[in-house]
């Protein structure tokens, strides 16, 4: 059985409210996504387009939609009608996957630390989780690390880039030392890009199925609610090879049916929107990034500034802490402010323990504001 019954998010939050504190804990961004897509929500609603069960695999639009971003920013080749299944958020899609791949017994790997609805998923589907740590304080895969966990029952690598919790955007050429070990041992490949919008300065976002030799292997998955600011709405998809997306839709559709009729049909509209859209959504959390880091840094908070997505790693040991849990644990009381600790996002209790995560996806008067309060309790 999964041991982890109530989330660290939870249980954090709760002491944000308590403590009227600033909560970098979850990651949800306090400013929705754009009006014409709520809009576009609306008049869904109004006209009866999808008020109803929406079609077991995801509305024909959506799936279309879907199939396009994949052409227009990487190149990929997918038919809307095998190739893609919109699921209840990208979390459906990654549990589903699991459940359609791997008998009880098998083993999934996967670098730590993790996002948390791993372990879960894995552990639903009755296989183990084996965790490959990132390279201390820099967080990066080592292909040899990698290697060596391999063991006779590993079916699936489960790969996220640009990664939670650490930020780290993994390279072509880290992919595709990856993608070697991947042929070496015959995996099937989930990749988890549910950040993908969100790659600052020259960083870019190489989807694993472009790696050579890796789409007949590969499921991606890609999530609305990150990538439009809709979280709320858990509309996401996976798509990949005909035959494995066939596969994930059998379980899928036992675990929700069909989901979110009406933001099927406005989520079509946002992945379509111009690019004007993506590099502002792109330049904002870049900003935000900037204005947060700099800012830890500045109050001599040491600070691993990411490459992707909208977390930051700190140490905290010069902040005279042992562990992060512990540093969390204080800081809505000491500083009015929440984040998360490392540890929670792994299976070995040992490790990630001096690190935390902020989330910066806030706007940026609430990011000032957490700066004073932490420079209030720590200068
Ligand atoms: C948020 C998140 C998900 C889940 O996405 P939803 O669309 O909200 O279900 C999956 N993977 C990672 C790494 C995430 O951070």
Known sequence: ??????????????????????????????????????EAAVQAIRDGRGNQYPPAHG???????????????????????????????ASE??????????????????????????AAAVSLAGANLIEVPLTAGLFRPDPKLLRAAITPNTRVLLLNSPHNPTGSVFTRAELTDIADIVIEHDLWVLSDEVYEHMVYDDSVHVPFCTIPGMAERTITTGSAGKSLSLTGWKVGWATGPADLIAAVRVP??????????????????????????WEDFRAGMQMR?????????????????PEGTYFATSDVRP??????????QELPHRAGVVAIPHEVFHADANAGKPYVRWAFCK?????KEALDRLGRAFT
């Open 1 to 38: 059985m999964y041991e982890h019954a109530s989330s660290i998010f939870g249980e954090m939050s709760a002491l944000a409210i308590e403590t009227d504190s600033i909560n970098l804990g979850q990651g949800f961004p306090d400013t929705d996504g754009p009006d014409l897509i709520k």
């Open 59 to 89: 509305l024909p639009k959506l799936r279309e939609a879907i199939a396009e971003h994949q052409k227009r920013f990487y190149d990929v080749d997918l038919n809307p009608t095998t190739d893609v299944v919109v699921t209840t958020g």
């Open 93 to 118: 899609a990654i549990a589903a996957t699991f459940l359609a791949l791997v008998e009880p017994g098998d083993d999934v790997v996967t670098f730590s630390p993790w996002f948390d609805l791993y």
């Open 252 to 277: 899928r559709q036992h675990l929700s049916f069909v989901s979110g009729g009406p933001f099927q049909w406005a989520v079509a509209d946002g992945l379509r929107l111009p690019d004007d859209y």
């Open 289 to 305: 990034r900037d204005l947060f880091c700099s800012g830890l840094a500045e109050l001599g908070i040491p600070v691993d500034v």
């Open 319 to 328: 902040l005279g802490y042992e562990n992060g849990l512990t540093f969390c």
């Open 363 to 367: 706007q940026p008067d609430v990011l």
